[in-house]
C-alpha cells in the first residue's frame, strides 16, 4: 500500500521559501503584525482605525507556522489592508512602513500572495471525506498545469493572471524573470516529490476512466474484463451515473473478479493524512479533564463511531436486549 503524506509536502512556508526564497518577505510580512498586535494599545486603536474607515476586515492575523494555510491567509489579510496600515503608521512609526511603499518589495508581495492563495487552494481541495488517490493526483495535476501556464505567461510579461502586479506601477522586467525561474523551480519540486504519483498513472487511468483507457497499454489480467466492460452500454451508463466505488461494488465478481481487486486495491491507497488528523481531533474533544473515567476500550468506541460511515442497527440492538428499562 502506498502513503501519501501530501500536506507535509505542501506546507507552503517549507516549499517557497526552498524553491522561490519567500523568508524575506515572510518575514517583512510577520514583522508588520507584530507591530500592531503585540502591544495592547496599538492593537485597540488599530481595530478602531479599520471600523472608522468602515474596512471590510476588522484586524490582521497573526502567522502560526505549524497551521498549514497561515501563511497564504496572512498574507492575504495585509494585502488587503496594506493601504489602512500605511495611513494608521504614518504619524506613529512610519519606518515600519517603508516596505509598503516600495516598488520592488511591493512586487514580491504580491507575487507570493498571489501564488500562496492558489496553494491554498489547492491544499483545501485536497482535504475531506471521500476522496481517492485519483483524486488527489488530479488536483496535484492541475496545480502543475497552472504552474506552467503562470511562468509561459510571465516569460510573455503577460500579467492576465497577475492583476496585483499591474496596479503596481514600473515593475522591473528582471522580477519577472526571477518570477519565472522560481514557478520553474516550484514545478520541478512538485514533479520530484509526487513522481511516485506518475508512475503508478496507467494504474490510477483504469480506475478513474477505465472506459476510455487503451485496453493494449494495460496488464494482460485486465484486457479481457475490460474489453468486456467497455463493450457494455448499460454498465457504461451506469458508471456515468453512480459514484466510482458504487460502480465497481455493482459489477459481477464472477465476470470482473481482476478489475474489482484492481478497484478495491487503488481504493485502500491512503493518499492525505486528513482522516489521521480528524481522528486525533476527535479523541482531544472525546477526552478531556471532564471525561475522567473514559477508559480506552470506551475511546476506541467512541472513535470507531465518529470516523465510521456506517448507520447503527437500532432495531437489531434492541431485538438482543431481554428487558428495557421501566422509564421507556
Given at each position: 500500500?502506498?502513503?501519501?503524506?501530501?500536506?507535509?509536502?505542501?506546507?507552503?512556508?517549507?516549499?517557497?521559501?526552498?524553491?522561490?526564497?519567500?523568508?524575506?518577505?515572510?518575514?517583512?510580512?510577520?514583522?508588520?503584525?507584530?507591530?500592531?498586535?503585540?502591544?495592547?494599545?496599538?492593537?485597540?486603536?488599530?481595530?478602531?482605525?479599520?471600523?472608522?474607515?468602515?474596512?471590510?476586515?476588522?484586524?490582521?492575523?497573526?502567522?502560526?507556522?505549524?497551521?498549514?494555510?497561515?501563511?497564504?491567509?496572512?498574507?492575504?489579510?495585509?494585502?488587503?489592508?496594506?493601504?489602512?496600515?500605511?495611513?494608521?503608521?504614518?504619524?506613529?512609526?512610519?519606518?515600519?512602513?517603508?516596505?509598503?511603499?516600495?516598488?520592488?518589495?511591493l512586487s514580491d508581495f504580491?507575487?507570493?500572495?498571489?501564488?500562496?492563495?492558489?496553494?491554498?487552494?489547492?491544499?483545501?481541495?485536497?482535504?475531506?471525506?471521500?476522496?481517492?488517490?485519483?483524486?488527489?493526483?488530479?488536483?496535484?495535476?492541475?496545480?502543475?498545469?497552472?504552474?506552467?501556464?503562470?511562468?509561459?505567461?510571465?516569460?510573455?510579461?503577460?500579467?492576465?493572471?497577475?492583476?496585483?502586479?499591474?496596479?503596481?506601477?514600473?515593475?522591473?522586467?528582471?522580477?519577472?524573470?526571477?518570477?519565472?525561474?522560481?514557478?520553474?523551480?516550484?514545478?520541478?519540486?512538485?514533479?520530484?516529490?509526487?513522481?511516485?504519483?506518475?508512475?503508478?498513472?496507467?494504474?490510477?487511468?483504469?480506475?478513474?476512466?477505465?472506459?476510455?483507457?487503451?485496453?493494449?497499454?494495460?496488464?494482460?489480467?485486465?484486457?479481457?474484463?475490460?474489453?468486456?466492460?467497455?463493450?457494455?452500454?448499460?454498465?457504461?451508463?451506469?458508471?456515468?451515473?453512480?459514484?466510482?466505488?458504487?460502480?465497481?461494488?455493482?459489477?459481477?465478481?464472477?465476470?470482473?473478479?481482476?478489475?474489482?481487486?484492481?478497484?478495491?486495491?487503488?481504493?485502500?491507497?491512503?493518499?492525505?493524512?486528513?482522516?489521521?488528523?480528524?481522528?486525533?481531533?476527535?479523541m482531544n474533544l472525546r477526552?478531556?479533564?471532564?471525561?475522567?473515567?473514559?477508559t480506552y476500550e470506551h475511546?476506541?468506541?467512541?472513535?470507531?463511531?465518529?470516523?465510521?460511515?456506517?448507520?447503527?442497527?437500532?432495531?437489531?440492538?434492541?431485538?438482543?436486549?431481554?428487558?428495557?428499562?421501566?422509564?421507556?
Open positions: 500500500m502506498l502513503f501519501f503524506y501530501i500536506e507535509t509536502f505542501l506546507h507552503q512556508d517549507a516549499l517557497c521559501k526552498s524553491a522561490l526564497n519567500m523568508k524575506p518577505v515572510l518575514d517583512a510580512v510577520v514583522k508588520f503584525v507584530n507591530t500592531i498586535r503585540s502591544r495592547g494599545l496599538t492593537h485597540r486603536q488599530f481595530r478602531d482605525f479599520l471600523q472608522s474607515v468602515q474596512s471590510e476586515y476588522s484586524d490582521v492575523l497573526y502567522y502560526t507556522k505549524v497551521r498549514w494555510l497561515s501563511a497564504g491567509c496572512v498574507f492575504e489579510r495585509v494585502w488587503q489592508l496594506k493601504d489602512d496600515i500605511v495611513s494608521f503608521h504614518e504619524k506613529q512609526c512610519s519606518a515600519e512602513c517603508e516596505m509598503l511603499e516600495d516598488t520592488e518589495w504580491a507575487f507570493f500572495t498571489y501564488l500562496l492563495c492558489h496553494m491554498n487552494n489547492l491544499n483545501v481541495k485536497m482535504q475531506g471525506k471521500n476522496q481517492f488517490i485519483d483524486d488527489i493526483w488530479a488536483h496535484l495535476k492541475a496545480f502543475k498545469l497552472k504552474l506552467n501556464l503562470f511562468a509561459g505567461q510571465l516569460a510573455k510579461n503577460d500579467l492576465s493572471h497577475f492583476s496585483r502586479l499591474i496596479s503596481i506601477p514600473s515593475v522591473n522586467e528582471e522580477k519577472f524573470k526571477n518570477y519565472e525561474d522560481g514557478l520553474k523551480k516550484l514545478h520541478f519540486e512538485f514533479e520530484r516529490r509526487f513522481q511516485d504519483f506518475s508512475a503508478i498513472q496507467t494504474e490510477l487511468d483504469i480506475f478513474t476512466m477505465p472506459f476510455n483507457v487503451n485496453c493494449e497499454a494495460v496488464r494482460s489480467d485486465l484486457q479481457l474484463e475490460l474489453i468486456e466492460l467497455q463493450s457494455n452500454n448499460h454498465l457504461k451508463q451506469s458508471f456515468l451515473n453512480m459514484p466510482k466505488l458504487e460502480f465497481y461494488k455493482s459489477l459481477s465478481k464472477v465476470s470482473f473478479p481482476n478489475l474489482i481487486s484492481h478497484a478495491q486495491k487503488i481504493s485502500a491507497m491512503f493518499a492525505s493524512s486528513y482522516i489521521c488528523e480528524q481522528v486525533f481531533s476527535t477526552k478531556n479533564y471532564f471525561r475522567s473515567r473514559l475511546l476506541a468506541s467512541f472513535l470507531r463511531i465518529s470516523t465510521s460511515h456506517f448507520e447503527p442497527q437500532y432495531k437489531e440492538l434492541l431485538k438482543m436486549k431481554s428487558q428495557f428499562h421501566s422509564s421507556h
